[in-house]
């Protein structure tokens, strides 16, 4: 039971770039979150998806784009990487908010758009 | 608006001192308070919920709503509590989505 994975684990992009960012985990949760973690800036949510086939905007999702085409799998996308970009991604997925409540977290993927 | 503030960016404390992160909220309805931990290279990880009212690994936190805070308390710390700590806060119990604050880093000094 590996829990929440992501892929790559770092990534050095250039200005204009494209790249995907996999997100997958195990445990047959319905909703699953994207997060970018910048210092002094905590974490703020992305995208965001309460089931297959769904996604939704979170807090900064300009820049991105996101699909959730298998119920195990959220991919977040860059188009058009800016440096603004550089940061830190956490996926994260929780079975129903109104259970636990608990996030699970993926080990993060470090970018960096040059 | 719905917001969470961590006023302190980095706390330092002896092994054996009190410690307290400072967490204070923003929200209009009934709210539901989180503690996540990041210790060196490990990934993110709840700590305790306030609907729990739980004690983990000798923290506590109490939810205020008076003073909108949750501030999260332990009476001895330890080295191995040095980690960098989120307050959350669940602003949808549909989706559920967090806000988190900006994160405090708490080193405990042997």
């Known amino acids: 039971n590996a829990g929440v994975t992501q892929t790559p684990k770092f990534r050095v992009l250039k200005t204009g770039q494209s790249m995907t960012l996999l997100c997958a985990q195990d445990?047959?949760?319905?909703?699953m979150y994207w997060y970018r973690q910048d210092p002094g800036m905590g974490l703020r949510l992305i995208h965001y998806?309460?089931?297959?086939?769904?996604?939704a905007k979170g807090e900064v999702p300009d820049g991105y784009n996101v699909s959730r085409l298998k119920k195990q799998n959220f991919l977040l996308g860059l188009e058009s990487a800016a440096p603004s970009q550089t940061s830190v991604y956490f996926c994260?997925?929780?079975?129903?908010?109104?259970?636990?409540?608990?996030?699970?977290f993926g080990p993060g993927t470090r970018l960096t758009v040059t | 608006a719905q917001r969470v503030t961590q006023p302190e960016k980095l706390l330092s404390v002896f092994k054996g001192a009190p410690v307290e992160l400072k967490c204070n909220y923003s929200y209009s309805g009934s709210p539901e308070l989180f503690w996540y931990v990041q210790y060196s290279r490990q990934r993110l990880q709840l700590l305790l919920r306030?609907?729990s009212r739980e004690s983990i690994k000798g923290f506590t936190a109490d939810l205020n709503k008076g003073e909108t805070s949750f501030h999260l308390k332990k009476p001895f710390a330890q080295e191995e509590d040095s980690a960098m700590y989120y307050c959350a806060l669940r602003v949808s119990s549909n989706t559920g989505k967090l806000i988190f604050g900006q994160g405090t880093t708490l080193q405990v000094k042997p």
């Open positions: 445990m047959n949760h319905e909703y």
């Open positions: 998806s309460v089931g297959e086939g769904t996604t």
């Open positions: 306030h609907i």
């Open positions: 994260a997925s929780t079975q129903t908010p109104g259970a636990s409540y608990e996030q699970y």
